[in-house]
């Protein structure tokens, strides 16, 4: 069938309208959301905003109250019908602390919701996994040897066993220490992606979510207020609150004058905005390039208030004047090494691509 090809294959998730209250609270809010098969879709969002929720709707573990969930075209639940149970859904979950069985192996563990193959079919899925996610010299040990690291990748394992068509990831990796959680990540993204799964994962780590999203939604208050590409929503971010979720940003307001703000870093385009309007300006610290001009301590318009070495990047607090002498205190973060002195005087350069504009208020 020559049309075949341009088909479109099912989403391995599909959740429509979906709507969720506990009591008086509404957790979820309207959200519709499909995941392909073998893509990943990170649900990034604050404490509370409903990603946990829309999760464990998508697994079965809460009912839909308003809309429905398709996996893989299946009707699995709708609003007002029992939907099919969890266990009968081809979903694979992983948990923050996903508990391992304590008495049974690693390869045990991992070959548990295996029943229904042939015992050395088993064995040799359950040795694969294992190989795939440097596990396998643990098969015959016992989970409580194994380091917090490690019982997330053999939980993941356990997981991906049964060829899930969904991953249902919830902060699995929040618990690990900061120099643990880049190795697994990138093996969880191997398997993830060689398993041909989708997978929805949430995370509130902006840098989790570039890195493993194919697509990041980013949700606040029960809703997804923009969704796509990493790099769409860290480029053309359609609102603030996206802008600050990647990190703290510099804020001025002003007026707009022929398409124009005038702000205490200099002039910046208001594309889209009404002249007269309010507008609000989002400058990522990394927008403002820092350039030593003249000798220390002759306390320019635009100083150094401080300057520290974070590691990759440097910080640096600067003091800045308009043209009517009102005082901004801003960061500039830049590549490596940038220690300039307290008062030395600065110039500034803009990288208008990390300068965002908004109406007041937004
Ligand atoms: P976190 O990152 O803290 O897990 P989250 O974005 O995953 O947050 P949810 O766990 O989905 O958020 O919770 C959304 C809202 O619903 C929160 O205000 C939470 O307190 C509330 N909530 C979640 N589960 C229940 C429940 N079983 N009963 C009552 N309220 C709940």
């Known amino acids: 069938d020559p049309g075949a090809a341009t088909v479109a294959p099912r989403p ?58 398709q996996l893989d075209g299946d009707l699995v639940a709708e609003a007002g019908r029992r939907g099919v149970p969890p266990e009968k859904r081809s979903v694979g979950l992983m948990f923050q602390d996903s508990a391992l069985f304590p008495h049974l192996t690693v390869l045990e563990n991992v070959v548990f919701g295996l029943g229904s193959l042939p015992l050395a079919d088993r064995g040799r899925r359950g040795h694969e996994l294992l190989e795939q996610l440097r596990m396998g010299q643990y098969a015959h040990a016992y989970p409580h040897v194994l380091s917090g690291g490690q019982q997330q990748r053999v939980a993941l394992a356990r997981a991906l066993a049964p060829a899930p068509r969904l991953m249902l990831l919830d902060e ?52 997804i207020l923009q969704i796509g590409h990493p790099v769409d929503l860290y480029c053309r971010p359609a609102d603030p609150f996206v802008v600050t979720f990647f990190g703290d940003v510099n804020r001025f307001e002003g007026v707009v004058e022929r398409g124009e703000v005038l702000t205490p870093v200099g002039r910046v385009e208001a594309t889209g905005l ?18 030593v001009v003249g000798e220390p301590g002759t306390h320019d318009r635009t100083h150094v208030i401080m300057s520290r070495l974070l590691g990759r990047t440097s910080l640096t607090h600067l003091c800045v004047h308009d043209d009517s002498g009102r005082e901004y205190h801003l960061h500039s973060r830049m590549p490596g090494v940038f220690l300039p002195e307290e008062n030395q005087p600065v110039e500034l350069h803009l990288d208008r691509s990390q300068i965002f504009v908004f109406p007041a208020g937004a």
């Open 12 to 69: 391995a998730v599909r959740m429509t309208d979906i709507r969720h209250r506990f009591d008086d609270l509404i957790a979820v809010d309207d959200v519709s959301l499909d995941v392909s098969p073998g893509e990943v879709v990170c649900l990034l969002g604050p404490s509370g905003c409903g990603k946990t929720t829309l999760l464990r709707i998508a697994a079965g573990l809460e009912d839909v109250q308003h809309g429905r969930v």
């Open 274 to 291: 009404q002249d007269g309007t309010l507008a609000q300006v989002l400058v990522r610290p990394e927008a403002l390039r820092v350039v």
């Open 172 to 223: 699995p990796f929040s618990a690990l220490d900061a120099r643990l959680r880049d190795q697994i990540r990138d093996d969880t993204l191997h398997a993830l992606k060689s398993s041909g799964a989708g997978t929805l994962l949430v995370t509130h780590d902006p840098e989790e979510a570039m890195f493993m999203a194919d697509r990041i939604a980013i949700m606040r208050d029960g809703r």
